[in-house]
């Protein structure tokens, strides 16, 4: 082959360009979309209240204030007691779960804090709280709350009575869309609730990896952007801000 026909042109410069751009071009960015649907939230328990109304003989009503007691006199001062345990509860935000009682009409007093059972497994308790009130009559309510959030709710009357989920925490869903490493969507359903987004991965064994993790500020639009293409990931999941209590999730397509 001649010398001549062994020289690189501006036309051949030009062509070899043009090609290497018109291939950059064909591998468009990965992109998808996807919605979640609720979790079945786990709030397995009970409690357990007792009422005594304060007692003074109808005839003598300040004689139960004159210490000591007058033998053989019927005295007694109101109290209130409650307890609860739960089954199975997953591991909350910082703020830990409380039970408090609350009435229609707004009213509410925080009963106690929650303490993991000794034999962890998601079991939780309130141990025996003693008040010096007769508060049968006052509240409508026993509320479970992880902060501002109510997880169920019970009933007031004296003996056992079950919790209830909250209905809205069966309610939280997002709708998303992606490209590349972007995510973009909505989130809704909860009164009080902030939320942290997990995109999550399987391992060889078929086990979920919580890899990378957001948070999201109340009900709204969300946007992220991921240390890797969100494709890669496997599934979009939403807890409770904070905390393990799996409120939403869905496969990423």
């Known amino acids: 082959m001649a010398a001549s026909d062994m020289r690189v042109t501006p036309t051949l410069v030009a062509l070899a360009m043009f090609t290497v751009a018109l291939a950059g071009c064909s591998e468009e960015t990965p992109s998808g979309g996807f919605s979640t649907t609720g979790h079945d939230v786990k709030a397995d328990g009970t409690v357990t209240l007792a009422y005594q109304a304060r007692v003074v003989p109808q005839d003598q009503p300040t004689i139960c204030q004159i210490p000591p ?26 703020e830990g779960y409380t039970l408090w009682f609350t009435s229609v009409a707004g009213n509410e007093t925080e009963i106690g804090a929650l303490v993991e059972n000794e034999t962890g497994e998601g079991m939780y308790d309130l141990p025996l709280m003693t008040f010096e009130e007769n508060h049968e009559d006052q509240f409508d309510a026993v509320e479970l709350r992880m902060g501002d959030v109510v997880i169920a709710s ?9 919790f209830e989920l909250n209905a809205e925490l069966t309610m939280i ?80 397509a």
Request: proline residues 3%.
């Open 154 to 162: 019970a009933g007031t009357t004296e003996g056992e009575q079950t």
């Open 69 to 94: 007691v007058v033998p053989n006199i019927e005295c007694k001062d109101p109290y209130t007691n409650v307890s609860a345990h739960f089954m199975m509860l997953a591991q909350p935000s910082s």
């Open 173 to 252: 869903s997002a709708e998303a869309t992606w490209e590349g490493k972007k995510l973009m969507g909505t989130v809704g359903g909860a009164t009080n609730a902030s939320y942290t987004g997990w995109l999550v991965a399987t391992d060889e064994a078929g086990e979920l990896l919580h890899e990378e993790s957001f948070a999201i500020t109340g009900d709204g639009a969300f946007e992220y952007e991921a240390q890797r293409t969100i494709g890669e990931f496997t599934a979009f999941h939403i807890h409770l801000a904070g905390s393990k209590v799996n409120v939403a999730l869905g496969d990423i």
